[in-house]
């Protein structure tokens, strides 16, 4: 079970509350389709530690082992495609580095076992660069950095 908050502190301040997995499935479920879609765009603007990032990645993994896991290196390039497609804003630069490991972690457990002898050290590297550019600390309501310049995001165009 997924505890709901942190601290009471940082519930009123910030008003960080985590969401279940039951409750994300449920929702996920509501768009399967694009959830599952390996090229669909994802924004969660309050992302947390990223539990609708994580589920959506996972699905969309699942789809990239059903098309590509018998040919690697389309497996390579549409789990980094399925990667580029996700995007997080959160104000705690906290949730942001551990949804960035998390979402790391999905990828790349999924990206050694089947792009095999693709799996190499370069594409791990793109991966976590994708993600430091991808989930950011900001406010999503102001569209800032928490450093105060504005938010971007690339527009990763398929190789």
Do not use: H
């Amino acid at each position: 079970m997924t505890k709901q908050v942190k601290s009471k502190e940082r519930a009123v301040k910030y008003g960080e509350v985590f969401t279940g997995k039951r409750e994300v499935d449920a929702m996920l479920d509501l768009v399967k389709q694009e959830a599952e879609r390996i090229d669909s765009r994802v924004l969660e603007p309050a992302c947390g530690e990223g539990a609708f990032l994580k589920e959506i990645l996972k699905r969309k993994l699942k789809t990239v082992k059903e098309k590509y896991a018998a040919d690697p290196r389309e497996y390579r390039r549409n789990s980094i495609l399925a990667l580029k497609s996700i995007y997080g804003i959160d104000i705690m630069e906290d949730n942001i580095q551990i949804c960035r490991q998390a979402l790391y972690d999905i990828w790349n457990d999924a990206f050694t076992e089947y792009a095999k002898e693709q799996a190499d050290e370069q594409c791990r590297e793109e991966a976590r660069s994708i993600l430091s550019k991808n989930i950011v600390a900001g406010d999503a309501l102001t569209m800032l950095q928490n450093d105060g310049l504005p938010i971007t995001f690339t527009d990763w165009n398929p190789a």
